[in-house]
């Protein structure tokens, strides 16, 4: 018996982004897997400006609906922190924590505490000539930085499929007490050729957050930010060694 | 004409830990290899509470008694504090030192003085609550931190073949002076997926370690703190890498 | 239609280091290739006590000479400050820069304040001991520390091919202010296994000469200083993945 995998996609994206991750899963690993989209996100939503509590309860709302239990669950970029708050929620039906190229906020921490100067007064100065505050990055940025491992095709094609990202939702700060006091046994999945945060260990995303988790399991693999979409059978694979027992 | 090769083991394990390595070094690469077991070491030891010198001691009998020559001395993590001192005693024997995610120890430190507190305490704890000051790590991390990358039935196999090792072993100061005076050729093979020592250039195997050793011929490879059992086909090339001429 | 490329050797070698790389990037990958040798490298040379102005203007001669447009600029090890002054002199004619391991020095720097002490005390003394300030990279350094993933034989090879560097080259001062006003693309390509400069935040090849770009693509593998020679293939692959759009 191996348990179901809930995987919690990042910025910009919904629940699809995982499509071919899921299917290598489900098939060559037999897996039970769920690919739940985050409120705000994902196309025909009524508001991109939703609260960071609002993220999380639409994921705890998922497993509670479909009974998902003993699970190891996956959070990805900015799904690492709506992953810290639904362990906080529900931290009986959590087997495993699994964080890929994932934020790890401290207690009080909001994201954008995490990310440098620049790319946070980018990030909210293009917020800040839109209507409703939610956006896409610039395509320059995004096909160098976040997905630097795919030909321009891809880049293209997966830039498209993109969603407006509530960027407000990086300025909040979230008590993580709970988070801290919690004893899942937890994973730190690593693809080594995501810039997306500065490589550098003051500001990168490893070790700097695997190090703010105590006891884990550390995993590595070549690839960027948007493996999911580059290298998705060998990010699979990846996961299933960062979740097993 | 190869060298031989002498695989000198890590904490709570003993020279059969090397035999699959041994093998691919003896058929794929046609070697002499030589695995001897450290005093106080492996299966039926009169007492685990031995001395380091008397850990060195054995290992330079052997090399003496089998009369090796022009050899490569491979340590691998605790092991490379032996190496150390079996290279102060006996450098006219070796061709090469090549250090496995080793501890390589600066002149008057204890191997405890390079792992983080926390570590240190976990161990002395343990230790103090046996008779013999002699430990297995705990199985849970075990198997996350120190054999992160195989399944569950390889670690729960392997631990099953550890030995208690004797942790005052770690607070034994060394002399190295006439280490740091030797002019032996050195590499430092490094498997990146080790965090037994937490990943960072003040924490971590590498570069730390092969910063203190000078010039040295840098390799590395996938895997954890385990490769000798979860990766050894890969581990025995790597080290014909590092040890070669 | 893709671009041309044209490829920028490191010290102590000339265009023809690129042979295989080249290779493959023409029949592998249809791409037209250019493999320039610097004034003052390579064979019969009137003299290698050249400036670092006029290594750059022969690159620039080059190109201007076969009219190749639209390129993207590769630069390996010394080859990075070559391409950061011909970027200065030619920026309409480049479509992207790729640095390889490359030096990338900030406005005012020269290459000796990019290498440790030990380094530069050991180049500016061999220098000195010639008539012309050339030298070639001692035997034991070369094969340990720059071709460490080679054998033997190709160290050997490989070590009968290199020429003379005029290390004088090394002590000179860069006006890169018009470099760092370019709004090139950019890559920085690294080969994680070369620790010709020594790995670490403030002392290795990457991520510090990659912060220094601001946005860049970061690709990466396996591989030492020498990947040109030791594994051609790869490193042709890599050099079009961070040199395509």
């Known amino acids: 018996m191996t348990a179901p995998y809930v995987l919690v996609h990042g910025s910009c994206m919904c629940g699809k982004a995982w499509a071919e991750v899921a299917a290598r899963l489900r098939t060559e690993h ?3 897997v769920h690919t739940p989209t985050q409120a705000g996100h994902g196309p025909e939503v009524p508001t991109r400006q939703v609260t960071h509590a609002q993220v999380v309860q639409s994921i705890v ?24 708050k639904v362990a906080e929620a529900i931290p009986e039906r959590i087997r495993r924590l699994v964080f890929w190229n994932a934020f790890v906020l401290l ?25 409703d505050g939610a956006i896409v990055l610039p395509f320059p940025i995004y096909r160098d930085v976040f997905i630097n491992d795919a030909d321009l095709a891809l880049a293209q094609a997966t830039y498209e499929a993109l969603y407006p990202e509530y960027v407000a939702l990086f300025d909040e700060r979230l008590d993580l007490k709970a988070f801290y006091a919690l004893d899942i046994p937890k994973s730190y999945l690593y693809s080594w050729d995501d810039a ?24 590595s ?16 694979d990846k996961i299933v060694e960062a979740g097993r027992d």
């Open 30 to 32: 037999g897996l039970e």
């Open 61 to 84: 709302d998922y497993v509670e609906a479909h009974d998902v239990t003993d699970f190891v669950l996956v959070g990805h970029s900015f799904g690492g922190t709506v992953i810290q």
């Open 107 to 131: 207690d009080g921490e909001c994201l954008h505490d995490n990310v440098p100067e620049h790319m946070r007064a980018m990030l909210r100065g293009e917020a800040a000539a839109t209507e």
């Open 196 to 219: 997306a945060l500065p490589h550098g260990e003051e500001t990168g995303w490893y070790p700097r957050f695997g190090n703010r988790l105590g006891l884990i399991r550390f995993v």
């Open 221 to 236: 693999m070549p690839g960027g930010h948007m493996a999911l979409l580059t290298a998705p059978e060998l990010l699979a």
